[in-house]
């Protein structure tokens, strides 16, 4: 599975982007599709992440109620909205596909994109 991100740029806080990941290969509606992000000197941690079918949607802490992902299996693609975006949301943001369940860690996730960078100004 090859995984592409777009959609990322500059945006004054407050703003919203959606991010797409566009993926390649077969079988991309038996993926777990996660988002990551990472800014600079950080860790890359979870932002959010949907289960195969859509039917199952986890968010971390800091972007409950702002960031919406979601999926069209028939466009073999996955979608983070970001709303009322705020400084601290600047990075590098990566989508990521696992097979079967879906997780918070990282480390369980099989392929991964080369990241959108998304900067968010005061």
């Known amino acids: 599975v090859q995984l592409v991100e777009s959609g990322g740029g500059l945006v004054q806080a407050g703003g919203s982007l959606r991010l797409s990941c566009a993926a390649s290969?077969?079988?991309?509606?038996?993926?777990?599709m996660g988002w990551f992000r990472q800014a600079p000197g950080n860790e890359r941690d979870f932002v959010a992440v949907?289960?195969?079918?859509?039917?199952?949607?986890y968010y971390a802490d800091s972007v409950k109620g702002r960031f919406t992902i979601s999926r069209d299996n028939a466009k073999s693609t996955v979608y983070l909205q970001m709303n009322s975006l705020k400084p601290e949301d600047t990075a590098v943001y990566y989508c990521?596909?696992?097979?079967?369940?879906?997780?918070?860690?990282?480390?369980?996730?099989?392929?991964w994109g080369s990241g959108t960078q998304v900067t968010v100004s005061s």
């Open positions: 949907i289960s195969w079918s859509g039917g199952s949607t």
């Open positions: 290969g077969r079988a991309f509606a038996s993926y777990a």
């Open positions: 990521a596909a696992k097979v079967e369940w879906v997780s918070t860690e990282k480390e369980e996730y099989d392929y």
